[in-house]
C-alpha cells in the first residue's frame, strides 16, 4: 500500500456506511456512556517523568490539565504499567499498587476542572519491558531485538497472573476516577505480543490458531470488563498492521477483536506497527486512517484515527467519509498544548461545554 499521500477529499466524501449523518469535529459526542464535548482525543505519549516507583508526579498533573484546557474532548494518559516488570521505561507510571491511586487522582480532578474527559491506557511491556524490574516475559521466547534481550515463554500461571493484574488496575483506575479505560494491545507490546505470529509461536491454547492467539486479548479485556462493570466505557488500542507478510493486517486485526463487542467494546484506537524492529513501509500522511476504516467496516464499532492527520479540515473529511468516529492528536499537543482550540478556531466553530 502506497499511503505517501493523503486520502483525495473526493474519495472520503462517500456516506457513511451505516447510513448517518457525518459528525461533526467540534460537536458534543458520546463513548459509550460517557459525554465528550468533542470529538479530538489526546493521543497516550509517553512522559518519562514518572518516580522511582512509578507514582505520576506534578508533571503529569500540569501537563495533561493544560492539554485539557486546550481543548481536546478526551485526554488519553500514558501508557500506565498493570505490574513492575510489565513498565515500558524506568521512569513509567503505573497502576499496580495503592500508592499509585492519590497522584493519578489529582491528574484526573485537574483535567476534569478544565472541562475535559480522561482515560487512561494500561500496559505491559512483555518482551519490550524495561529490564530490571522483574522477568522479561513473552508469548514465546523470541527476543524483539538483542538490546531487549531474550524473554522467558510465559507458563500457564504466569499468564493467569497478567490477566489478573489488569484487572486489579482496573479497579485502582476506578478509585482514581477515571472516566474510561484503554487496554493497549498495540506496537508490540504484550497483548500485541500474543496477538501477531511474529511474537507468538506457542503451540498450547495460546498460540497456533487466531482463536488461541487472540485468547490472552478476549482474557485480559474479560478481567477489565468485571472489574470495571456493564456499562463502563472500555476501548482497545491496537496496531492495524504489522507492516510484515507474516504478521496481522487490518482484517485479521478485526476478527481479533471481533468477540469483545459481546464484552462491550466502546471503541477501537487504531495505530499500527511495533511487532517488529523492521521499518515500516508507506508511512506518510494520514497512513493508518484506512486501517481505521477497515476495522470500522468490519466491526461497525467507533475507531479513533490517529497519525499525521493535519488539519481541522482533513479531521472532519476522515468523520465525514465514516473513516472514523473520533480524531486522536499526538506530537501536535506536545508541540503546543492550544492545538485543538486551534483547529476549532481555524474552523470558525464554537467550543462545546
Known amino acids: 500500500m502506497n499511503c505517501e499521500a493523503a486520502i483525495p477529499l473526493d474519495a472520503l466524501a462517500a456516506a457513511d456506511p451505516r447510513g448517518r449523518t457525518a459528525p461533526d469535529l467540534f460537536a458534543p459526542a458520546r463513548l459509550g456512556s460517557l459525554r465528550l464535548r468533542n470529538r479530538l482525543v489526546m493521543?497516550?505519549?509517553?512522559?518519562?517523568?514518572?518516580?522511582?516507583?512509578?507514582?505520576?508526579?506534578?508533571h503529569h498533573v500540569h501537563h495533561y490539565a493544560r492539554r485539557a484546557r486546550g481543548g481536546v474532548g478526551l485526554v488519553m494518559v500514558e501508557s500506565t504499567a498493570v505490574a513492575p516488570e510489565g513498565r515500558l521505561f524506568g521512569d513509567d507510571i503505573g497502576l499496580y499498587s495503592d500508592a499509585h491511586v492519590a497522584p493519578l487522582r489529582a491528574v484526573v480532578d485537574a483535567v476534569h476542572a478544565e472541562g475535559a474527559a480522561i482515560a487512561v491506557q494500561l500496559s505491559h511491556g512483555g518482551r519490550k519491558s524495561f529490564r530490571g524490574t522483574g522477568p522479561l516475559l513473552a508469548p514465546s521466547a523470541i527476543a524483539f531485538d538483542a538490546g531487549y534481550g531474550t524473554p522467558q515463554a510465559m507458563s500457564q500461571a504466569q499468564i493467569d497472573a497478567a490477566v489478573a493484574a489488569y484487572g486489579r488496575a482496573t479497579r485502582y483506575a476506578l478509585q482514581a476516577g477515571f472516566d474510561a479505560i484503554e487496554l493497549h494491545a498495540a506496537h508490540g507490546f504484550l497483548v500485541h505480543q500474543f496477538l501477531s505470529p511474529i511474537g507468538n509461536r506457542r503451540d498450547d491454547r495460546y498460540g497456533g490458531s487466531a482463536r488461541n492467539r487472540g485468547r490472552f486479548l478476549?482474557?485480559?479485556?474479560?478481567?477489565?470488563?468485571?472489574?470495571?462493570?456493564?456499562?463502563?466505557?472500555l476501548l482497545v488500542r491496537v496496531s492495524g498492521s504489522d507492516f510484515d507478510p507474516q504478521g496481522l493486517a487490518p482484517e485479521d486485526v478485526a476478527e481479533l477483536l471481533r468477540p469483545l463487542r459481546e464484552l462491550g467494546l466502546q471503541a477501537v484506537d487504531v495505530s499500527a506497527g511495533g511487532i517488529s524492529p523492521a521499518v515500516p513501509y508507506g508511512i506518510g500522511v494520514e497512513y493508518q486512517v484506512p486501517f481505521a476504516a477497515t476495522i470500522r467496516r468490519a466491526l461497525a464499532v467507533p475507531t479513533i484515527a490517529v497519525g499525521l492527520i493535519r488539519g481541522a479540515e482533513r479531521a472532519q473529511a476522515i468523520l465525514d467519509a465514516g473513516h472514523a468516529d473520533f480524531i486522536a492528536i499526538g506530537r501536535p499537543l506536545l508541540e503546543r498544548p492550544d492545538y485543538?482550540?486551534?483547529?476549532?478556531?481555524a474552523r470558525g466553530g464554537r467550543a462545546a461545554s
Open 218 to 233: 478476549r482474557e485480559a479485556f474479560a478481567a477489565i470488563r468485571r472489574a470495571a462493570g456493564p456499562d463502563y466505557p
Open 43 to 58: 493521543s497516550p505519549m509517553q512522559q518519562y517523568q514518572g518516580a522511582a516507583d512509578a507514582r505520576a508526579t506534578a
Open 340 to 345: 485543538a482550540e486551534d483547529l476549532r478556531r
